[in-house]
């Protein structure tokens, strides 16, 4: 048998282990669609929104409000948060005897549109307030940011002061994170495409966020959560987020640090930042150091604090606004 042949004949059976291969991964891909529309359809119902749509810039935007009082909670979630109405339910839930609670489910989050809208600072600001004007929910507000949407909140407090009575920082971003921080495009891309094509399906645990685990939802709630999980996993909205939010940070950090009233509740740093706990600590306390009327808690809990300390969290809000 000559070399050439062995070659060809090598070549031959590599070629049909490629095409095997190739044939499995489309098969599973095919069922996997298949799959996730049979269980889409099935959780129709779980899908019906949780709150109010308003029409911001022709889509819908989902505004959930709870609660009466003289002061106004806005809640705006971290990045990539597929359900903030549920993800926070378990601290306001104890604050809405006293205030009026507010969360905004920014466009590809929640039950509001995913859209290909530009996610510069300035539009995501726009969009929040006028979701709000729609809704009819006048301020001055208490931002309650989770995360990513610090910066949001910080720019609130700078372009529109008179709007933001104080900030409540739930482990919320401050400009200097994201001069070290890894974003990972790809990654999320890879999440896109696996919550697309229902492959997250297969991966249950997936679903089990800290708010499902550690929080008070009942289990109702977190076959809702569930189900949006499954809708709302790295939407294409919360990409083009996180491809310009270096450069949100550095126009936040250019206007300084608004002088409002803050309280910052500040984690471990573990739950995927990235950070070691003294760095994580160090970047928030350094960023109010040497400004008035701020202050900050040390807890010793993972990323979304709000998810496991929510009985201190909201005393802690209590005596912060009175």
Known sequence: MSKAYRTKRTLRKLLKVVLIIAAIIILFVITSLVRHKICSSREKDLLTPLGELVEVNGHNMNIYTEGEGDKTLVFLSGGGTCSPILDFKSLYSLLSNEYKIVVVEKFGYGFSDVVEEKRDIDTILSETRMALDQAEIQGPYVLCPHSLSGLEALYWAQKYPDEVEAIVGLDMAV???????????????????????????WIPSLAESDAIKYGTLSEKEKEIYRA?????????????????????????????????????????????????????RSIPENYISGHNNTSYIELDCPHYVHDYKYQEISQEIRNFIK
């Open 228 to 280: 949006v999980f499954y809708q709302r996993t790295a939407t294409e909205t919360m990409i083009d987020e996180a491809k310009v939010v270096k450069d949100n940070a550095n126009i936040v950090k250019e206007n300084g640090i608004p002088q409002v009233p803050m309280l910052l509740f500040i984690s471990n740093g573990s739950g995927g930042t990235g950070f070691t706990k003294e760095k994580w």
């Open 175 to 201: 400009p200097a994170y994201y001069d070290e921080m890894d974003i990972s495009i790809p990654m999320m891309k890879l999440g896109h495409y696996g919550a697309v094509w229902g492959i997250t399906r």
